[in-house]
Nanobody
């Protein structure tokens, strides 16, 4: 069973910055796919950033050049540095992870950011509010 502790959410004015952190734990956590998603009430959950095979990082189109994802392996911490925040970035941000023995056996890459259903472990979410 994977568990997450998310932190770093809050309120900021447009143009400001925040860093979200997600500490994961559980058996074989280092083999999990990890990513951040966000959701606005009434809308579908949106992929923000994720780590893929060979450490490649992918970003959602709306955050490219403004958000930066990193992972500290010894502490199992996923950081999302958000800069140039805009009101449309206001959402609940979720840390997510995926584990599949089949994926590992076949050497497949992690689920795409557009395939949130591929992630089977979710944090409780942290609110980010950006004022205009």
């Amino acid at each position: 069973q994977v568990t997450f502790v998310e932190s770093g959410g809050g309120s900021v004015q447009a143009g400001g910055s925040l860093t979200l952190s997600c500490v994961g734990s559980g058996p074989f956590y280092s083999t999990y796919c990890v990513a951040w998603f966000r959701q606005v009430p009434g809308k579908e959950r949106e992929g923000v950033a994720g780590i893929y095979r060979h450490g490649n990082i992918r970003y959602g189109d709306s955050v490219i050049g403004r958000f930066f994802l990193s992972k500290d392996n010894p502490s199992n911490t996923l950081h999302l540095r958000m800069t140039g925040l805009q009101p449309e970035d206001t959402a609940v941000y979720y840390c997510a992870a995926e584990y599949s023995s089949t994926r590992l056996l076949l050497g497949n890459d992690c689920p795409a950011l557009g395939a949130q259903s591929g992630y089977n472990y979710w944090g409780q979410g942290t609110q980010v509010t950006v004022g205009s």
